[in-house]
């Protein structure tokens, strides 16, 4: 799997907005809907559920490369199967 496919859009507005404020300056929500031609609406539909179109988050790369400084900031999810223990042999 690549991992392009696991992108997180959150943590990636979140690593652009630390990553600017460390410098001194301070991105908005605001900001980066505007900067990604979207409406602040659908910014946070897509914050909420970490997802955009990769046409967003292609968006998101382009315009704050110098804030991501060629991370990819990816979503890992852990799996843990349970698996029942054996019944009693009588």
């Known amino acids: 799997m690549d ?3 696991n992108r997180s859009f959150t943590g990636t507005v979140i ?3 630390s990553s ?3 410098s001194g300056i301070e ?3 605001r900001h980066v809907a ?3 031609g979207i409406s602040d609406q ?3 539909q897509y914050l909420v559920s970490d997802d955009a179109p990769e046409k967003v988050v292609e968006g998101l790369y382009t ?3 110098e ?3 060629n991370r990819i900031i990816a979503r890992i999810s852990v799996v843990t199967d349970v698996i029942p223990p054996d019944p009693p042999i009588s």
């Open 15 to 17: 690593a652009i907005k």
């Open 20 to 22: 600017a404020l460390e």
């Open 27 to 29: 991105i908005t929500d």
């Open 63 to 65: 315009v704050y490369k």
């Open 34 to 36: 505007a900067s990604l």
């Open 67 to 69: 804030y991501l400084k």
């Open 42 to 44: 659908r910014l946070q």
């Open 3 to 5: 991992i392009s496919d």
